[in-house]
T-cell receptor
Framework: NAGVTQTPKFQVLKTGQSMTLQCAQDMNHNSMYWYRQDPGMGLRLIYYSASEGTTDKGEVPNGYNVSRLNKREFSLRLESAAPSQTSVYFC????????????FGSGTRLTVV | KQEVTQIPAALSVPEGENLVLNCSFTDSAIYNLQWFRQDPGKGLTSLLLIQSSQREQTSGRLNASLDKSSGRSTLYIAASQPGDSATYLCAVSVLQGAQKLVFGQGTRLTINP
């Protein structure tokens, strides 16, 4: 099925460990996004990529890095995980800068202990 | 800075009732507005997308309206069913470079049989 695929679905990390969250879309969308969702805070934008080859910071970028590997793939890396990064992470994509809306993946539930 | 507010935060109604969920935003310079549904522990499912030039959109028992000048949108659910129980999120696409979504905190809806 066409859409946004995220891996892994669940992950537990120890403080200080690193990991990369993967995201791929097969809708030929130009723009891709990483959000985190926390209770009481809603969804907040971490980083986005307006088009292949570009990335920009969102609302809460500290502690994260991203790579737009190609048009399909946009990864999020935690270099040294902290308990404050415990959250649910969502990847999204859009065509034509959101003209036809946004499509979200099913999320990665990350716990940092 | 664009802010999105959803009222009420939670709503519980008996099955069969018609209901309205509210969303307000502070800056009328939006590209479009999208309503999502989120089931517990799951991702976001797009319900309706309203472009800034439109007044409403309908899909089955759902109707969403948009009044950009007053910064308001409503999601009307007709003949509610227990399967409608979920959290409903409103998000506006802002006109700042690459379009990005700003989310409300959501309304947690429970339909009682």
């Amino acid at each position: 099925n066409a859409g946004v695929t995220q891996t892994p679905k669940f992950q537990v990390l120890k403080t200080g460990q690193s990991m990369t969250l993967q995201c791929a879309q097969d809708m030929n969308h130009n723009s891709m996004y990483w959000y985190r969702q926390d209770p009481g805070m809603g969804l907040r934008l971490i980083y986005y990529s307006a088009s292949e080859g570009t990335t920009d910071k969102g609302e809460v970028p500290n502690g994260y890095n991203v790579s737009r590997l190609n048009k399909r793939e946009f990864s999020l890396r935690l270099e040294s995980a902290a308990p404050s990064q415990t959250s649910v992470y969502f990847c999204a994509s859009s065509e034509d800068r959101g003209l036809r809306g946004y499509t979200f993946g099913s999320g990665t539930r990350l716990t940092v202990v | 800075k664009q802010e999105v507010t959803q009222i009420p935060a939670a709503l519980s109604v008996p099955e069969g009732e018609n209901l309205v969920l509210n969303c307000s935003f502070t800056d009328s310079a939006i590209y479009n507005l999208q309503w999502f549904r989120q089931d517990p522990g799951k991702g976001l499912t797009s319900l309706l997308l309203i472009q800034s030039s439109q007044r409403e959109q309908t899909s089955g028992r759902l109707n969403a309206s948009l009044d950009k000048s007053s910064g308001r949108s409503t999601l009307y659910i007709a003949a509610s069913q227990p399967g409608d129980s979920a959290t409903y999120l409103c998000a506006v696409s802002v006109l700042q470079g690459a379009q990005k979504l700003v989310f409300g905190q959501g309304t947690r809806l429970t339909i009682n049989p």
